[in-house]
Every structure is written in C-alpha cells, then in structure tokens.
C-alpha cells in the first residue's frame, strides 16, 4: 500500500472518530446570549479563561448590578461547569453512534486423537456484525437527537441559575435597605427611651411609661439583629449562587434597588412567545423527536436479529486447506423485540404528554407571573401616591401640634417612626417587583427586555 492511502485509512481510523471538543457548546452560548445579553464560558483552562477572570475581578472591584452578578454566576458557578460536561457525554455519544463494531476475530486448533495418527489441523476467520451497518445511519439520528435534547437542557439549567441569582440579588440589596431603615428608627426609639429614662429621674413620668419606652426600644433593636442575620443569609446564598470566594466574596452591591420601569409588557403575546423561547420545552421536544426515532428503529429491524458476515480459513489434519466466506443469522424465534417495542412505544408516549405538561406549565406560569408583578406594581404605586404622603402628613401635623404644646414629644416619635416603618414596607414592596419581574422572565424563558425608564 502506497504511502497516499496509507494516510487515508489513518485518517478515517483516527480522525474520524475524534470527539468534537466543541461538544455543541458555541450553539447553547447563542441561545443564552439571544435570551439574556449575557454570555457563557466552559472553562477548560484555555487563554479566554484568563481573559473571563480579569474581566470577573473587574465587575466584582465597584457595585455589583443585577446584570453584573448573573453574569458572573454565569461564568464562575461550578454547578453549571459541571453541567456543560453534559454535552461533551452527549457529543461522544454521537461520534460513537456513528462508529461501526469492532470485527471479531476467531480460531481453534485441531488436535488429532491418538496423538499418532494425524497431523496438528487449525482454522481462523474474521467476522463483522452486518446488521451494525444498516442501523448506523438510524443509530447516529437518534444520538443526534439526543445531543439536541441536552443543549437544549443544559441551556435552560442556565437560564435557571441566572433567576436564581437575580431574586438572590434583590433579597439581599432589600435586606441592606430594610436594615438601613431599621438602624433609623432604632436610633429614634433609642433616644425616646433616654429621653424617658431622664424624665422618670425629674419624677415627670410614671415606671410604666418609661418601661414602656424601653420595652420600645428593644423590640427595635431585635428587629436590627433579625435585619442583620438576613443579610448574612442572603448575602451568602448570592456568594455560593455567583460562584465566587476568598476576597471575591467581599463584593458589595448598589446602594439602593432601582426605581420601577415606566411600564410593563402586555400579556397578550407572552404566552406563546414562552413556548417558542423556553429552552425547557425545547428539550422536551427534541426528548418526543429522539423517543420517536428509537422507536421507529426498533419497528423497522424488529424482525431482524443478528447478522454477521465474515471469511475464514481452515487446515484440517489430513493437509488439505479451505477458505471462504460465511454468515450468521439471528432467527428471531423467541424474541420478536415485542417487549422493546411496547417499552419504547410507552416512552414515547411519555415523552408526548412531558411536552404537554411543559406547555401548560409555560403558558400557565406566564399568566401567574405577570399576575404577581401587576399587583406588585399595584402595590408600589399605593405606596407612593397615598401611603407615604399619608404618614408625612401625620408627621407634619404632628410636628406642629408639638410646637404648639397640643402633643407630647412620645407620640411625636411614634409618629415619625410609623414614617420610618412605612419606607421600609416601600422598599419591601419594590423588591417584591424586582422578584416578581425576574420570575416572569423566567416563565418566558429570556429576558422581557431593556425596561423603560420612569
């Protein structure tokens, strides 16, 4: 053999069954981005990796964004390196559907009894699986379709973790807040109780007032401690969401959660762009496509079993040698595939009502969804056109009925730290609508789009 085809065959037995490193990766990463603006990266200690990490460093060095710590978590969370793996399993899985079996090699020697009365006779062939051959080309759709099915899972488990890190976000930056607006009014029940403490002393109130007063002040100051252990648990739950340690974790976020957009999308039109965009009902498609190949394959060949062809050459004892070719057929006597068929129809079967049920829960989960952020807008818009102006009209009232000596200054600081309290419930109440949106973007499996400012 020359030394051109010598290469050909060692290309087609080497190279071709190579694993693509790529493994489907740079279509999941379009998919994302098309969906969020945000990128991906598999981490496979490549130069792009070092670029990924000063380019972390850089977003984690001033006041993290909602955006900015998705994108992180996108790129640092361990959970979804793993799961990118998935898709190099899948792409072998491929490549090796479309490798034909190994051929089987045999021999046997012929011994002759006595020892004395003949010679040593001997026999080998070589034997390749035929029907291995016809299902190749059926073998290798279904792998492909299996593939399909996990980018498309693997897509959506980061369309999942970037939810997650959103309303880990804004937990925790509503935690800052409320902690905040709870350090103000413990600082005013502080000082009414020091206030009343004194005038207990000039025998200007009574013990009760003043426990009263005190009784006040510590209630706060446990609510200050519950603020603060709700920022180390939301703080922490966005650290491991993000991906990040050691002096990484020291990140700090934006001051104060954004004001609402001007608007929010219609309804009208979300709920079938959901099933269009969400990656989960896409993996349940192609899971129904790939269930549906497996099961035409096994109909098509049910009644075909085993079958090899081969060559062989054999020596018998008196001297006289024999070559040819042979066969082997399965007689599917037995087992007509009848049980593989009946398990693959029932997946199949399954697989159709999972894409049902993926369906409903979309359109479902968008109405729901959108629901929620409508009456978090609701709720928001209650508070800063009635509620807030309501409780700074007491406070102003209260201000002037103390200067004119008609109130005492108790119920004044009750009445600015009613003031106080109906912020903090405001600043509830608009990280409720933050959650709320991120939740809606989940159900229609992208992002709604930039919001429009107010």
């Known amino acids: 053999m020359g030394r051109p085809w010598r290469g050909l065959v060692a290309s087609l037995l080497v190279g071709g069954c190579a694993v693509p490193p790529e493994a489907g990766f740079p279509d999941v990463a379009t998919a994302i981005e098309e969906r969020t603006g945000?990128?991906?990266?598999?981490?496979?200690?490549?130069?792009?990796?070092?670029?990924?990490?000063?380019?972390?460093?850089?977003?984690?060095?001033?006041?993290?964004?909602?955006?900015?710590?998705?994108?992180?978590?996108?790129?640092?969370?361990?959970?979804?390196?793993?799961?990118?793996?998935?898709?190099?399993?899948?792409?072998?899985?491929?490549?090796?559907?479309?490798?034909?079996?190994?051929?089987?090699?045999?021999?046997?020697?012929?011994?002759?009894?006595?020892?004395?009365?003949?010679?040593?006779?001997?026999?080998?062939?070589?034997?390749?699986?035929?029907?291995?051959?016809?299902?190749?080309?059926?073998?290798?759709?279904?792998?492909?379709?299996?593939?399909?099915?996990?980018?498309?899972?693997?897509g959506n488990e980061v369309l999942v973790l970037a939810h997650a890190v959103r309303v880990a976000y804004y937990t925790l930056q509503g935690a800052a807040q409320i902690a905040a607006m709870r350090r103000t009014v413990l600082e005013a029940a502080e000082a009414s109780a020091s206030l009343a403490r004194r005038q207990h002393e000039a025998g200007n109130i009574s013990e009760l007032d003043l426990a009263s007063e005190e009784g006040l002040a510590e209630a706060v100051r446990l609510d200050v401690a519950r603020s603060e252990a709700d920022i180390v648990g939301a703080r922490?739950?966005?650290?491991?969401?993000?991906?990040?340690?050691?002096?990484?974790?020291?990140?700090?976020?934006?001051?104060?959660?954004a004001d609402l957009p001007a608007d929010d999308p219609p309804l009208e039109h979300?709920?079938?762009?959901?099933?269009?965009?969400?990656?989960?009902?896409?993996?349940?498609?192609?899971?129904?496509?790939?269930?549906?190949?497996?099961?035409?394959?096994a109909k098509d060949y049910r009644f075909v079993g085993g079958a090899s062809v081969g060559a062989s050459v054999e020596r018998d004892p008196e001297g006289?040698?024999?070559?040819?070719?042979?066969?082997?057929?399965?007689?599917?006597?037995?087992?007509?595939?009848?049980?593989?068929?009946?398990?693959?129809?029932?997946?199949?079967?399954?697989?159709?009502?999972?894409?049902?049920?993926?369906s409903l829960d979309a359109t479902s989960e968008i109405r729901e969804a959108w629901g929620h952020l409508a009456f978090a807008r609701s709720v928001v818009t209650r508070y800063r056109t009635t509620v807030i102006p309501l409780r700074e009209r007491i406070v102003a009232l209260s201000q002037q009925h103390h200067d004119a000596m008609l109130l005492g200054v108790y119920q004044?600081?009750?009445?600015?730290?009613?003031?106080?309290?109906?912020?903090?419930?405001?600043?509830?109440?608009?990280?409720?609508?933050?959650?709320?949106?991120?939740?809606?973007?989940?159900?229609?499996?992208?992002?709604?789009?930039?919001?429009?400012?107010?």
Do not use: C
């Open 38 to 154: 945000l990128r991906i990266q598999w981490n496979r200690g490549s130069e792009a990796d070092a670029a990924v990490e000063a380019s972390v460093h850089q977003m984690l060095a001033g006041d993290l964004t909602a955006a900015q710590a998705v994108q992180i978590a996108l790129l640092e969370n361990p959970m979804l390196q793993a799961a990118y793996e998935e898709l190099m399993v899948a792409q072998a899985d491929v490549v090796q559907a479309g490798l034909l079996r190994n051929p089987t090699f045999s021999g046997h020697l012929g011994l002759p009894v006595p020892a004395s009365s003949g010679t040593l006779g001997y026999g080998f062939g070589v034997e390749l699986d035929f029907l291995d051959l016809l299902l190749l080309p059926a073998r290798k759709r279904l792998a492909e379709a299996e593939h399909e099915a996990a980018k498309l899972r693997v």
């Open 236 to 257: 922490e739950r966005l650290t491991r969401l993000m991906g990040v340690q050691g002096p990484s974790a020291r990140f700090t976020l934006a001051p104060a959660l």
């Open 270 to 297: 979300l709920e079938s762009l959901a099933i269009q965009r969400r990656l989960d009902v896409g993996a349940a498609r192609a899971e129904r496509t790939a269930s549906w190949r497996a099961l035409v394959m």
């Open 320 to 358: 006289h040698t024999v070559a040819g070719p042979s066969a082997s057929v399965e007689l599917p006597l037995f087992d007509a595939k009848q049980a593989a068929v009946a398990r693959l129809e029932a997946r199949f079967r399954q697989a159709n009502q999972r894409l049902a049920a993926r």
């Open 412 to 454: 004044l600081l009750l009445a600015k730290q009613a003031e106080v309290s109906t912020y903090r419930e405001y600043i509830e109440a608009v990280r409720d609508y933050w959650i709320g949106r991120s939740e809606l973007e989940r159900a229609l499996g992208g992002r709604l789009g930039p919001p429009s400012p107010r």
